[in-house]
């Protein structure tokens, strides 16, 4: 599908190119991409054009940039449209009458959904329905948000439809970004950056409130994305999200999912070759849950959807995909033999130079991608350790003082939060912030655990080893 005339995209930041721009690396999933000679000069002005992007005129141009779009190494670079806009909002309802009040004043001038799942007393929300001009569908009995996302989906006549959660209120000119994100025929859904209200309400604490400001669960950070399985950004929440009608259908929600069904449904439109992304420069607000209890039971209950995703999408959630040469790089740095470990590592790199020999360029290339995949095989260990894989993590955290072994462990645990501390400053200091995100992702793996032993599945916990492939493409 080609891009229309005027459609501007920039380049990933992470995406590098070498040999003078002949070979690419980057995207969602990562891939090293060999790059057409005709293309080079149009990637030149690409580059040149920085963040603001380039809408290249030339089929070349287009057909580069429909080929990096396509391959998560370019994002849209979309001009805000003003209304009015085809818009249906779908507001899945279950009490909080309050909640509901402020989505409907936020949503405002458009036409409106609630699907109410069955409250227990149903007069407020119908009041607050009624009071905004909304139209109200209730549930018999409660059947879940995935049900009520299809019940008022099933009702839209307009081209798109707004999921937005009674607990979110978009901000002033949301849609002007979102719409024109749907020039590219090949998007179905857009999601906007779902930001926390920190506002401390009773029971809750100010400690989280800032925390929750700098890492929230729903907010996917300030970098537009192609939403894909083993991308940088793999998945986004349903809380707000903009799709095309046509392309996601009247049954777009797995109802038997009471939890993941987000996940699944970005999943799934993927693999019918449809494109989600994600668009920070549209905000939406979100109200938290604040209170230290329910704060980790939700992180608890977001860990227990693993076991039942596992199942409708095989291999997706293992915890790690390490290569073999990586692992056997750090555990000899782990054993305190880094002579050992080097010449491990010169082994992988050779043995990759060997399958990038096509690719000019090919042995700095793969110096340098050896480099980068321990780092991050290490960081993906590590993360295992604090969720997944918790009771390994925990139990290193105890033995570093005596075991190299353990402390290495610990690093690969500890130092990612840290950098991403030093990189973000939240406020909130750094030992209170490391122990709650410690917390976090403890609560979150043993929702993980206790879901895989009810299921009597492994898969949700087991790593993916590989040995080092690269594929090649061309563009």
Not at 238 to 248: N, P
Not at 450 to 463: E, M
Request: charged share 25%; glycine share 10%; net charge positive.
């Amino acid at each position: 599908m080609t891009l229309p005339a005027g459609f501007a995209v920039a380049l990933d930041r992470d995406t590098s190119f070498w040999s003078g721009g002949r070979v690419a690396t980057g995207g969602s999933p990562w891939k090293v991409v060999r790059l057409a000679d005709s293309a080079r000069p149009h990637l030149a002005a690409l580059r040149r054009a920085g963040a603001r992007g380039l809408a290249d005129p030339s089929p070349v141009g287009r057909a580069l940039a429909r080929r990096l779009l396509d391959l998560g190494m370019a994002h849209p670079v979309p001009v805000p449209r003003p209304g009015p806009h085809d818009v249906t909002v779908v507001v899945p309802a279950f009490g909080r009458p309050g909640e509901l009040e402020r989505c409907l004043a936020a949503v405002k001038g458009l036409p409106v959904i609630v699907v109410d799942d069955c409250s227990p007393d149903p007069g407020p929300l119908r009041r607050a329905a009624e009071a905004h001009g909304a139209r109200l569908v209730r549930h018999p009995r409660n059947r879940g948000p995935a049900a009520a996302r299809n019940t008022g989906l099933r009702l839209v006549e307009t081209p798109f439809a707004a999921f937005v959660d009674s607990d979110c209120r978009p901000g002033d000119g949301w849609l002007d970004v979102l719409v024109p994100h749907f020039d590219d025929p090949r998007v179905a859904a857009v999601a906007p950056r779902v930001l926390p209200d920190t506002h401390v309400r009773g029971g809750g604490s100010a400690l989280l409130a800032r925390y929750e400001a700098a890492r929230s669960s729903l907010d996917m950070g300030a970098r537009p994305a192609l939403v894909r399985p083993g991308g940088r950004l793999g998945f986004v929440p349903t809380a707000t999200l903009l799709v095309r009608v046509a392309a996601v259908g009247e049954d777009a929600f797995d109802e038997e999912l009471r939890l993941g069904e987000d996940v699944d449904f970005v999943w799934r439109l993927g693999d019918r070759g449809w494109h989600v992304r994600y668009e920070p420069a549209a905000h939406v607000t979100h109200t938290g849950r604040l209170r230290p209890l329910d704060w980790a039971r939700r992180r608890h209950e977001y860990g227990t959807s693993a076991a039942d995703l596992a199942r409708r999408h095989p291999g997706r959630l293992a915890p790690a995909r390490p290569s073999a040469w990586n692992l056997a790089v750090l555990a000899l740095l782990a054993r305190g033999r880094p002579g050992a470990a080097a010449a491990c590592a010169g082994v992988s790199a050779a043995l990759l130079t060997r399958r990038l020999s096509r690719l000019p360029g090919g042995r700095s290339l793969a110096v340098a991608l050896v480099g980068k995949g321990v780092v991050a095989d290490a960081a993906a260990v590590g993360h295992a350790l604090r969720r997944e894989w918790w009771p390994l993590g925990l139990l290193a955290l105890a033995a570093a003082p005596r075991s190299r072994l353990a402390r290495t462990a610990a690093a690969a645990m500890l130092a990612p939060i840290g950098l991403e501390w030093l990189r973000e400053r939240p406020p909130v200091d750094p030992v209170r912030y490391t122990l709650l995100r410690l917390t976090e992702d403890v609560a979150y793996g043993s929702g993980v655990t206790a879901a895989s032993a009810r299921a009597r599945s492994a898969a949700p916990l087991r790593p993916d080893v590989r040995l080092p492939k690269v594929p090649r493409r061309s563009a």
